[in-house]
């Protein structure tokens, strides 16, 4: 069994406790490196970054693109939408296409 | 330069390769093609899904932060401190194409909807209800696009290294296997060419030596 758990910065966080999901609070770059890490090792299948925090590690992020889990999701914080999370898909587009011919003019 | 040996066993062992090579090339390429057929279909999934989940989270946040504005920092923290519900996923692998996707199934600790409010209502405002509600309404999205992505970073991946493998064996080793068996099979029949002559040549000079055509030539021409 697997668990869930979400990462970001508090305010855009805090509610998912309520769904039963695991809150990381973090805002610092490598307290959330250092986080993400800890919880990919762990028991964590499904982890979702917000697109913010997640635009600082962005190396970290790649780093589990390949592997069957965890699964990193981006997810919109409070401070808004930064299209970090729709760039993210048409980035596998590109590399499974050459060229992104899906979603290229949205 | 070539840089083989050019024999008849190297020969064989270089057909070997050839075929080897070309039964490898279509295949991959077969698998090339399934995989992006596939991909193509799951990536405009997930493209929808994720619309759908970040208008859902729109919403949701905006919630959260009407609901945040009007608690002070304290209620919010106790409010959400000992939460009630528990979500745990199972992690199926599924294989599609050799490619290992995880398939996830939601189990909660209890499956009474209400149990998402894990405060009592006296000290929160019902903006906080409104936006555990909007939040728990995008969850299943959230956890199927999850899958869904992941499945398309995986494919993504998987198709990149199937692309590679089967330009190399197109452009690079089946050509270079292809020439370094004209180069033998070209030397080997140079080689039997020269043998023969000198058969031939060797020939010539033993029945010389054997009849003596030369000489019973020359005194026919004298005589």
Redesign the interface.
């Known amino acids: ?4 758990a979400v990462l970001g910065d508090k ?2 966080i ?8 695991e ?1 990381c609070p973090v805002t610092d770059e490598s307290q959330a490196a250092r986080k993400l890490r800890e919880l990919a090792e762990g028991d964590y ?2 982890i ?1 970054v917000t697109e913010a925090l997640a635009a600082k590690i962005p190396g970290e992020i790649d780093r589990y ?2 592997q ?2 965890p ?1 990193v ?1 981006l ?4 401070y808004g ?1 930064t299209g970090a ?2 760039a ?2 048409k980035k ?2 590109e ?3 050459g060229s992104d011919i ?2 290229g003019n949205q | 330069m070539p840089t083989v040996n050019p024999t008849r066993m190297e020969l064989t062992r270089l057909k070997g390769k050839l075929a080897t090579a070309s039964r490898g090339h279509k295949l991959l390429k077969d698998k090339r093609d399934e995989l ?1 057929r596939q ?2 279909d799951l ?2 999934v ?2 929808s899904l ?2 759908r ?2 208008e859902g ?2 919403t ?2 905006r919630n ?2 009407l609901a ?1 504005a009007a608690m002070s920092d304290e209620t ?2 106790v409010a ?1 401190m000992a ?1 009630k ?7 199926e ?1 599924k294989n599609v194409m050799s490619v ?3 398939q ?1 199934t939601v ?3 209890t499956s009474d909807e209400s149990d ?3 405060y009592g209502f006296a000290f929160t405002s019902s903006d906080l209800d409104d ?2 509600s909007s ?2 309404a995008v ?1 299943d999205d ?2 199927k ?3 869904v ?2 499945a ?6 998987e ?2 290294k199937t692309r590679r493998r089967v330009n190399a064996l197109e452009h690079i080793m089946i050509p270079q296997y292809q020439k370094d068996i004209k180069y033998i099979s070209m030397k080997l029949d140079e080689n039997e060419r020269s043998t023969q002559i000198r058969l031939m040549k060797v020939k010539d000079m033993m029945l010389e030596e054997a009849h003596h055509y030369k000489e019973k030539e020359e005194a026919r021409a004298v005589g």
């Open positions: 069994m697997y668990r869930m305010d855009s805090y509610g998912y406790a309520a769904l039963g999901m809150v299948a499904v979702y693109r390949e069957m889990l699964a999701i997810i919109p914080g409070v939408n999370g729709i993210n898909v596998s587009v590399q499974a296409v899906l979603f | 992006m991909f193509l990536v405009r997930n493209m994720r619309q989940v970040e989270l729109k949701a946040n959260f932060a945040r919010v923290e959400f939460s519900q528990d979500i745990e996923v199972e992690a692998p290992n996707i995880p996830f189990k909660t600790r998402i409010y894990s936006a555990v939040l728990a969850q959230m956890v696009l999850a899958e992505e992941k398309c970073q995986l494919m993504a991946a198709i990149e």
